[in-house]
């Protein structure tokens, strides 16, 4: 999923940057993203490769996994969730 926000109007919510990091997405979040492209054949309107630096937050419970990426230059957020 990709949504497009104001950035300034996403404090306190999911997509509030502040709780992202800013290293490297891992190779286990970098391998659920592959996967999903070419499961979904998404159109992300951007290359996969200039995600993985992009900032993000990964969170884990016990439904699975929820990786969201913030495509800065763009004002976009991508979601990718792995289910268990």
Known sequence: MKITADPEKVNDTILDDREYSS?????????????????????????????????????????????????ADSSEWHFFECLI
């Open 23 to 71: 290293n490297r997405l891992s190779q286990e979040s970098i391998r659920m993203v592959k996967e999903a492209n070419t499961t979904l054949q998404l159109d992300l309107g951007t290359q996969l490769d200039d995600l993985y630096d992009q900032p993000h937050r990964e969170i884990n419970n016990e439904s699975g996994t929820l990786i969201i990426i913030r495509d």
